[in-house]
Structure formats: structure tokens, C-alpha cells
């Protein structure tokens, strides 16, 4: 039998994100696929070239609606280490808070993904509205549910109160509460069981040989995790495990986002326990020396890098971002290949893919392998030119 | 007075106004036990959503692929609506005989069952759309798996009442015991059974939208889609009503012979089958394939042999 093609996106019911895969598949089985990026190519980069360090907080919050702090505390993190400021404690402290409430809303809200792509209906229902719970608790904090505006160059914006603090505890104990649960139907439950156990399996070593970062690495058994490798914010004080599970199948995948939930937990309960004292943001100047940095975050989806070059003005002269999910894709399409038809959806929905967080444009010349990054002018008469000719 | 029965009632216009209750009932169940509204608007509690779900889709621009086989692609929706609302006729409703019946009316409905799935089949494969294919592959192939089993346990009643007719099971019922009780294990497997009939989680394998978009129902739009959702909410409404007249004695038992009792009992069934598709995910087609045949399919023809031996 011949192979059949099915294109997957970019538009497609189980995944909102914009790209198209290609799986050319025998009977029910897939045996090749090919990505197809470049649906929703923004230009965030060239966008931040033209701003100011201050102005660009704000655009590094919009490069993904979930892990929006993520972002932002990455790129200001570069910026701090490019000015030489030290910020307060606190700040720290509070950063460390966010962090990991953008982690349980983001765990919780790939759950229910999740569980909707393996058409479990129910169990996306409850996942998304114990999520509310957490977008409240963050609400509350910064005054949004996503996107807080809360980090910012040389601190952060807005501080946790006392009177916060005894609300989001109690907040807490119901997620906890609730994630109690989902590992439970996780673990028992006899259709997400043949769903997800032994399904889209990343083998250790095809994991490290292919850069995959953050739940999809470490359900593949290895221990990596930015947030324990590298001590960024209050991390160095506030003890937590790092989850492994070793099945390499999305039902591990599951377990480490779960189980990172309770980690998620306890940090913000010792975080909220010993804030210390003092300011919670100095002052930074506009201009920033020239020389070059690199912050990299643990992001809900893994690890997220930043890279800002200046040339002592008060525009960055390149900043480059890494999304966590473009460092996951090969690895996903090491996954698919071999699959059930059935099981592509909820094999994608495994390494919980942010497409528009991935995409660039890189032009690389096969015969010469120069590259080229091309301007957004480029673009426009490259696109135009295309159009025309057909 | 005939013509007025196979008008009014239990004809044409109550089948009707049944199969959109039905629908909202399942929805709001549905809804309730994930913790969401349901259909709240339209009409009191929402009770007429399913009715104006189905005029707007009726006023929607109706597509023809151009691609797809056109004769067979325009009779598939109005076949399978005939197909679905037939048997419902041979359902005893107010009475202990049904509209039509007739010595081996059950062959009959057990027939008409398997043609909607072959019918799902054809629809996808005339669409020529490739995920419609898939769903029609996909549908053929659960037939397979649960049809056995079904026609096993549907026979289970008919040779306990000694009768091949819905309306002599619901006879024998009403006069002796519910076969329920004498045969629970062939009540739990029909419910199984008919949930993958029906296409619902967890076995809506044909139609899983977050793999295959909307699997064999993806080309098929406006009237054409009004009407198989017409015909998905009769079909709803022929297993809870082949559960009611095989195992639950009818429109007989809790007060004496009455419509009520049946709509009472409709409930209930409508109950088990919403609230099993609340309960599981999606399997997949391999799963329910080796699933039907390892275990539903031996236990129906347990059920089947333990019964000759309580005769016997």
C-alpha cells in the first residue's frame, strides 16, 4: 500500500498553534513526517532593535501568553547582568513567586490540553477551571491573569503584601488538593492509561542528542533543570526536587508536570514564608555599557535563552530569544515517527508545543551554508516577489 | 385514529419532539457533570437549544465537495434519518404493542442498526475528503467489534421471552420479571455496545475531533449536517429505548401502562449513557477492536449460554 498523506494543521481542531505537519502514513500507522514553520513569523527580534531596553520588557512579556513572565524575567535578567545592577532580595524573592505560579497555571492548562487531545472532555474541563484558581491568585498580585508586568529592569513592579500572602495560601492548599487528584486519575484510570503509557516514546539518548529541554528531557530520565543548574532568582535558597521519570512515554511527561505542580508548591510556600525585607526594585539607568549577555530560565516548557548585545546606546543592537520549544521540535518529530494516527495529537501535545514562541527566520544557503537573517523590508519584497510569480 | 397515532402520538411529532429533548437532555447532563451550563438560553433551562441549533443549521449554505460522488453524497444524510427513525416504531410506547410489530420486527431493527453504520461508511468514503476516509475506515471497522456482541445481547431478551418481537419481549416482561435482573451482565454489555453505536466517548473513535477533525461528518454541512444530527439524536433515542423494551419491561412496571413510565425509564437510560461518555477518554480503534473481541463478545455468549442453562 502506498503511503497517505494527511496534512496536520495549520489549522486543526487539537492544536490552536500554527504549523503543519505532514504525516504521510500506512494504514493507521505514521512513517514519516515533515514541520512545516512559518505560519505566524511576528519579527519580535527586528521589533526590538528598534525600541528601548525598558520599552522591550513589555515586548519580551508578548512573545508567549502562558509563559509571558518567563520571558520577561529572562530578558531582564540579561539586562541586568549587561548594566552590573544588583537587585534587591525581595525582588528576588518575588520573581521566584511568580515564576513558579506561572508554572502551576501553565501544568494545569497543559493537563487539560492534554486530556482533551486523548478526548478525556471531563477531565480538560476540571483541569482549566481549577487553572482559574491560580490566574485569580496572579490577578490579584500583578492586576492581570497573563502577561503581569511585574518584572522589570532592576526589580519588580509591584510587592506581595501581608494580606496577600494568607490568601494565596489558602489558595494553595486546594491546587494542592486538586493535583492530588489528577495524579490519582492519571495513574488509574484505565483509558488515559492506554492512551499515554508506552505512547511516543523519546529514548534518553535520542533526548540529549536532539537538545530536548524541560518536561519532555526530564520524563526522558535525565536530571536537568535550569532551576538547579544554574541558581537564577531565589532558586539557591528555596529546596526543591527535581522530577524524573524514566518511561520516556507521555504518560511520564504527565507525571513530571504534575508532580512539578506540588514542587511548584513548596517553593512558593518557603518563598512567601521567608520574604525578606526591603525595597523590591532600584533604580537602573536607561543607558546600558556595551558588551553582550545571556540569561537562560527555566520556562514552564523548559529552558527558555535569552541573548541581549549592546552597543552602549539605549537600544539593544541584537537580541535573539529561544523558546523552549523550538530546542523540543526535532525531538517531537523523533516521537511521531512510528505512531498511531490516533496518537499524534496527544503526542504533540507532549512536549506542550508555543509555536509562535519558535518562529524565526534564518535563511541558510545549502551549497555554501552561509546564513542570513533577513530584515522585516527583506521579507515584505521576498513575500511580494513570491506572490506575483505564481 | 391510525392515522393520528402515526401523526401525533407515539408517531411522527412526539419521535421529533423526543429526539431534541433527548439531545438537550444529554448535553446538560453532560455539561452538568463537567461542571459547565449546558444550553441555558433558548427556551427555559435552555430545553429548546437543540431546536435552534437545528433550524440555523438548516439555514446554513449547504456545500457539495467537488470532488465528492454528488447522488450518493445528497441521499446519505435523508437515508440515514429514514434509517434512524424506523425502528422507533417498532417500540411499544404507550401500549405493550408497538405502532408496527410483527414476529421478528427485533431482526428488523437489529438490521436497520448495522445499515446506519455501513451508510456512515459510504458518506465518508464518497466525500473524498481525507480525514472523512479515516473516519469511515475507522467507522467500519468499530462496527465490526461492537456489532457482534450488540445482536448477541439483543438476543439474549428474545430467547428468554421466547419471542423474535420488541413488542413480545415487553409482553413476556410485563407478565413474568424485568430480564434486567435475570440478565444484568447482557444489560451492561448492550450499554457498552450501543455507546459505541452511537459513537460517543469512548468510543467516538470515528469522529474524534482533536485527531481527525470531525472524522466521516467533516465534509458534510448545513441541511445535510441538520439532518445527521437529527439522526444521531433518534439513534440516542432507539438505544435508550431498545434498553428500556429489552431489559426494563417497557412502558410496564412503576405505575401501570403508561407513557410516563417509558419517559421516566428514558431518562434513566439517557442518564447511564451520558454519564459513561463523562467518565473515559477516547480509546483507540485497535483498543475497542481487541477490547470487543477479547471480552464483550465471550461474556455476551456467557450471558447467552448461562441462560439456556437456567431454563434448562
Redesign the interface.
Known amino acids: 500500500m502506498t503511503a497517505f498523506q494527511i496534512p496536520f494543521g495549520p489549522q486543526h481542531p487539537a492544536l490552536e498553534e500554527p504549523i503543519n505537519f505532514m504525516f504521510e502514513v500506512e494504514e493507521e500507522r505514521v512513517v514519516n513526517v515533515t514541520p512545516r514553520l512559518g505560519y505566524i513569523h511576528r519579527g519580535i527580534e527586528k521589533i526590538g532593535e528598534g525600541r528601548t531596553y525598558l520599552q522591550n520588557v513589555y515586548l519580551a512579556e508578548r512573545i508567549c501568553g502562558i509563559c509571558s513572565f518567563a520571558h520577561a524575567l529572562c530578558y531582564t535578567q540579561a539586562v541586568e547582568e549587561l548594566l552590573g545592577v544588583n537587585i534587591p532580595e525581595r525582588a528576588k524573592f518575588i520573581r521566584t513567586i511568580m515564576a513558579e505560579m506561572e508554572r502551576i497555571q501553565n501544568h494545569y492548562l497543559w493537563l487539560g490540553f492534554a486530556a482533551k487531545e486523548m478526548g478525556f472532555e471531563t477531565l480538560f474541563m476540571y483541569a482549566w477551571r481549577d487553572r482559574e484558581t491560580m490566574l485569580g491568585v496572579l490577578e490579584m498580585i500583578s492586576g492581570k491573569r497573563v502577561n503581569y508586568g511585574m518584572s522589570t529592569v532592576g526589580g519588580v513592579r509591584r510587592d506581595i503584601t501581608d494580606t496577600m500572602k494568607k490568601d494565596v495560601e489558602a489558595k494553595l492548599n486546594y491546587l494542592e488538593k486538586r493535583a492530588e487528584y489528577y495524579r490519582k486519575v492519571c495513574t488509574r484510570e484505565q483509558t488515559v492509561l492506554e492512551r499515554t503509557v508506552g505512547v511516543g516514546i523519546l529514548r534518553p539518548r535520542d533526548a540529549l542528542n536532539l537538545c530536548a529541554v524541560g518536561p519532555t528531557l526530564r520524563a526522558s530520565g535525565i536530571r536537568r533543570d535550569v532551576r538547579a543548574d544554574e541558581r537564577y532568582a531565589a532558586y539557591g535558597e528555596a529546596p526543591f526536587k527535581v522530577i524524573t521519570y524514566k518511561n520516556c512515554d507521555v504518560a511520564s511527561r504527565i507525571y513530571v508536570r504534575i508532580d512539578e505542580i506540588f514542587e511548584s508548591i513548596k517553593i512558593i510556600r518557603y518563598a512567601l514564608k521567608n520574604l525578606p525585607d526591603g525595597p523590591f526594585r532600584v533604580r537602573a539607568p536607561p543607558r546600558v555599557p556595551e558588551g553582550e549577555a545571556v540569561s537562560i530560565v527555566e520556562a514552564p516548557r523548559g529552558e527558555d535563552l535569552h541573548y541581549v548585545k549592546s552597543d552602549g546606546s539605549e537600544k539593544p543592537a541584537r537580541w535573539k530569544v529561544r523558546a523552549p520549544t523550538l530546542a523540543n521540535l526535532p525531538s517531537l518529530c523523533k516521537m511521531l515517527a512510528g505512531v498511531n494516527i490516533a496518537d499524534i495529537p496527544v503526542v504533540i501535545a507532549g512536549i506542550d508545543p508555543c509555536i509562535a514562541c519558535a518562529e524565526r527566520v534564518v535563511l541558510v544557503d545549502t551549497k555554501t551554508r552561509g546564513r542570513q537573517v533577513w530584515t522585516g523590508e527583506d521579507l515584505w519584497r521576498y513575500a511580494n516577489e513570491w506572490y506575483r510569480s505564481r | 385514529m391510525i392515522l393520528l397515532e402515526i401523526l401525533l402520538f407515539p408517531g411522527f411529532l412526539f419521535l421529533f419532539s423526543l429526539a431534541f429533548f433527548t439531545e438537550w437532555l444529554d448535553r446538560k447532563l ?1 455539561a452538568r ?4 451550563y449546558g444550553p441555558l438560553h433558548v427556551g427555559p433551562k435552555g430545553i429548546l437549544q437543540p431546536f435552534a441549533d437545528f433550524v440555523k443549521l438548516l439555514s446554513k449554505e449547504d456545500i457539495t465537495p467537488a470532488r465528492a460522488d454528488r447522488a450518493p453524497f445528497v441521499a446519505m444524510p435523508i437515508l440515514t434519518l429514514a434509517l434512524a427513525m424506523t425502528p422507533l416504531f417498532c417500540i411499544p410506547i404507550d401500549s405493550l404493542s408497538a405502532l408496527v410489530s410483527f414476529e421478528g420486527d427485533l431482526i428488523v431493527v437489529m438490521f436497520i442498526m448495522s445499515l446506519i453504520a455501513l451508510l456512515v461508511f459510504i458518506g465518508a468514503w464518497v466525500s473524498t475528503n ?2 472523512g476516509t ?1 473516519g469511515g475506515i475507522r467507522a467500519g471497522l468499530q462496527m465490526f467489534g461492537y456489532e457482534v456482541p450488540l445482536n448477541i445481547v439483543m438476543i439474549g431478551p428474545a430467547i428468554a421471552a421466547g419471542s423474535l418481537s420488541v413488542s413480545g419481549v415487553v409482553e413476556w416482561q410485563s407478565q413474568n420479571i424485568w430480564l434486567i435482573l435475570t440478565q444484568p451482565l447482557g444489560f451492561a454489555i448492550l450499554s457498552l455496545c450501543l455507546l459505541a453505536h452511537l459513537q460517543r ?2 468510543f ?2 470515528p469522529e ?6 470531525a472524522g466521516w461528518l467533516v465534509e458534510f454541512s448545513g441541511r445535510k449536517l441538520a439532518l445527521l444530527r437529527l439522526a444521531s439524536n433518534f439513534e440516542l433515542v432507539l438505544a435508550a429505548s431498545l434498553m428500556i423494551s429489552l431489559y426494563l419491561g417497557g412502558p410496564t412496571g412503576l405505575w401501570h401502562l403508561s407513557p410516563f413510565t417509558y419517559f421516566i425509564k428514558l431518562i434513566i437510560c439517557v442518564f447511564i449513557l451520558s454519564n459513561l461518555r ?10 475497542l477492536l481487541s477490547g470487543t473481541w477479547k471480552y464483550l463478545t465471550p461474556l455476551a455468549l456467557l450471558q447467552i449460554s448461562m441462560l439456556k442453562l437456567l431454563t434448562w
Request: overall charge neutral; hydrophobic content about 50%.
Open positions: 453532560v457533570l463537567q461542571n459547565r481525507r480525514f479515516i466517548v469512548p467516538d473513535i474524534a475531533e482533536s485527531e481527525i477533525v463523562a467518565l473515559f477518554a477516547r480509546y483507540r480503534v485497535d483498543q
